[in-house]
């Protein structure tokens, strides 16, 4: 494949497109540098303002944790083989597969590891193929016509991706076809959001150079490879150009049958994406060192001439503001301002219906919580159930019904003349605060739920929820708004900036002479293409913010108005998040039971095999068939939050009906659904004293 690579690439070696695009970027992210720098400190004298989070965040959720492991089929192209693998994915969210459980257990290397930023979770075989096609025009295959696409069940997972390598996994039952599947998005879907937000130098310089580039190379609207560390990042910018380039050359020199061309087109593909990815690693390193080791003389600099800087830039802005802003208001009143709507109505919809879903989703499960405790009301049993609860937003298969939700939005019409080249960046986007918004919610509650409970006696535990759960859904109901709006404004703005800078740009071939209005000391912070940037960005921004404030009023997308502002409405609240993670099974349950197996002195295996587990293990139901070597192999972990009930209610429809409520009436319903549950319940097992003592 090497010496194939070498005399197919002669004339375009990719280290050569790796550098003309590291050379162009590295000079953008130098600039974006200085300007992120000076706007952390502006932001960080001046501040922000803004409505306050009620809800408490969690800075380390999933410490200790791992998401999911089990074993399915794999397919080995080296031998054209399926073969059973172990599968372990730890909080990293990487995919990491090994020969079996065996190994995994003695903390063995594992056979390979899948990052999943830029892939696609496929479940059918025609999905698959229809992508395939496309990467290779002219080679086109049929189903069940290619040896190596044979799947060997009728549950197929695929992981596509347009550059790397593709995996190929199956089951034997639909049930498990579906908990991968939520597994393997949420996999994509975290390490998609590869860019940390707490980075407010690098991250911001870095987006900034990437959009700068692809603008300077005619790309201005969404991107959907936008996904993964900066790094890959940049290794899928050069793959945008030198993929297109490879085709050409390689495609009329490969021999053999369809499926042999394809997979030697997929072999190469990959080798070289992972060549160019190694070299975008090498090179993004050196310019990111580069630039920290020049940041403190900067610092300096804008401590001490803060307020001047401050003064020459809005000078300038008011000389580019006359040249630009006629020419945008033109634009924004013919092109932009009869779309607003639509498009935020086509935003709204699936995300509002996606965040209730998350709110029903952490009422049904305290709801669920209390009921159960009735018949067992312990500490040990209460321990149980909040160490399932805690890890709630990370349990791809509980939160599915979240996700479904939002990935029905859709922008078709507007997608081609806005240049969005899918709803996928806005989806995932959406998803991620979802998780967000749910985590928080539930380490709210855990903390109010820990302070309530300290010395206080169990007959209390089921009122002391309904209590916490009112505060906590009152808080959410607020962040939620916060944050749905916050989204909003920000993918209107991904969407019309774009399309308005492309649109002006012709016409403003006169800002490079405004540089020279700048002091050279201060022009490493006061650059004129992103000052005639942020002229556009205010123009249309009152035209946007006026019309989430109206939707607001809307009471259907159930949204806060700009006005109805809550400050310090709980100030003792916010000094609960900085306890210590409360570990509900140690405090409440005695301490995690000792996992069966064979005893190691190796503290780092014992650490792996001890790891607890957001989501439970498949049990394969009845007598479905099972290929050789099971399916799916029983891991000594905690089973967190069982995906079905253990019992089935009757009075489940009297719930949904409370639930389907407003929060005051579901909250009082609840309370009285459960008092009356507890008498029932009581009356049955003949504890006469309970109900006395309830109804006095």
């Not at 003695?106 to 390979?112: D, E």
């Not at 479904?404 to 998803?431: C, H, M, N, Y």
């Not at 109805?564 to 900085?578: A, K, Y």
């Not at 050789?628 to 995906?643: F, Q, T």
Request: glycine content about 4%.
């Amino acid at each position: 494949l090497q010496q194939a690579l070498h005399s197919h690439l002669d004339n375009i070696p990719p280290e050569t497109r790796t550098g003309e695009l590291m050379g162009e970027f590295g000079r953008l992210y130098e600039q974006q540098y200085a300007v992120a720098l000076f706007n952390k400190m502006r932001f960080d004298i001046e501040g922000g303002g803004g409505p306050q989070n009620q809800l408490l965040h969690r800075k380390v959720p999933l410490k200790n944790k791992s998401i999911f492991s089990g074993a399915l089929f794999q397919y080995l192209e080296e031998n054209k083989k399926w073969r059973n693998r172990f599968l372990f994915i730890p909080d990293s969210y990487n995919i990491n597969y090994y020969e079996n459980k065996q190994a995994h257990d003695r903390g063995l290397h594992p056979k390979g590891t899948i990052n999943c930023a830029g892939y696609r979770v496929l479940t059918s075989m025609e999905e698959y193929l229809e992508l395939l096609n496309t990467s290779l025009p002219g080679v086109k295959a049929k189903v069940g016509s290619s040896p190596f696409l044979k799947c060997a069940t009728q549950f197929p997972l695929i992981l596509w991706h347009p550059y790397a390598r593709h995996y190929y996994f199956c089951v034997v039952t639909e049930k498990e076809q579906q908990k991968w599947n939520a597994v393997f998005q949420d996999c994509v879907r975290h390490t998609n959001n590869g860019l940390p937000e707490e980075c407010k130098v690098q991250t911001p310089a870095f987006t900034d150079a990437v959009r700068l580039y692809r603008q300077a190379h005619g790309h201005y609207g969404t991107w959907e490879m936008m996904c993964g560390t900066p790094p890959q990042i940049l290794a899928n910018l050069v793959m945008e150009t030198l993929l297109p380039e490879m085709r050409d050359l390689i495609t009329p020199k490969l021999k053999g049958k369809m499926y042999e061309r394809q997979r030697n087109w997929m072999l190469i593909s990959d080798a070289v994406y992972g060549l160019v990815q190694s070299q975008t690693q090498a090179q993004y390193e050196a310019v990111v060192q580069s630039c920290e080791a020049g940041r403190p003389p900067l610092e300096t600099t804008i401590r001490t001439d803060m307020d001047q800087i401050i003064t020459s830039k809005e000078h300038v802005t008011s000389k580019i503001r006359t040249l630009v802003l006629p020419k945008a208001e033109k634009l924004l009143k013919v092109s932009i301002q009869p779309y607003i709507s639509s498009i935020l109505d086509a935003l709204m919809e699936p995300t509002s219906r996606g965040f209730f879903e998350v709110r029903d989703l952490f009422f049904r499960e305290l709801v669920d919580m209390s009921k159960n405790l009735l018949n067992d009301d312990n500490k040990e049993k209460l321990g149980e159930h909040m160490e399932k609860i805690s890890m709630l937003a990370f349990h791809p298969v509980k939160m599915q019904s979240c996700y479904e939700k939002v990935e029905t939005l859709s922008l078709e019409g507007l997608q081609q003349r806005f240049d969005v080249s899918s709803p996928s960046v806005f989806v995932q986007r959406a998803q991620i605060l979802m998780r967000e918004q749910m985590d928080d919610a539930v380490y709210t509650f855990e903390q109010l739920l820990h302070q309530s409970l300290e010395g206080q006696e169990q007959e209390d535990f089921c009122k002391t929820i309904q209590r916490c759960q009112d505060r906590v859904i009152k808080k959410f109901d607020y962040d939620s708004s916060t944050v749905r709006k916050k989204f909003f404004r920000e993918a209107l703005l991904q969407i019309f900036i774009p399309y308005m800078l492309k649109q002006l740009t012709p016409s403003c071939s006169e800002l490079p002479r405004f540089q020279e209005l700048i002091f050279e000391d201060f022009s490493r912070f006061i650059l004129v293409e992103n000052i005639s940037e942020e002229v556009v960005l205010h123009t249309v921004m009152k035209d946007i913010m006026m019309a989430v404030k109206e939707a607001a009023v809307q009471r259907r997308h159930n949204l806060y108005r700009d006005s109805i502002v809550l400050t310090n409405s709980d100030p003792n609240l916010h000094l609960l998040g900085e306890n210590p993670p409360i570990d509900w099974a140690e405090e409440y349950g005695g301490g995690q039971e000792e996992l069966d197996g064979e005893n190691t002195g190796d503290p780092e295996v014992q650490k792996r095999r001890r790891m607890k587990q957001v989501v439970s293990m498949i049990q394969i139901e009845g007598n479905a068939s099972v290929l050789p070597n099971e399916s799916c192999l029983e891991v000594p972990a905690v089973d967190n939050i069982p995906e079905e009930k253990t019992e089935v209610r009757s009075d489940t429809s009297l719930s949904q009906k409370m639930r389907s409520l407003s929060p005051p009436w579901a909250s009082l319903l609840t309370e009285a659904f459960l008092i009356t549950t507890v008498a029932v319940s009581a009356a049955m097992a003949g504890k006469t004293r309970l109900i006395k003592l309830i109804y006095g």
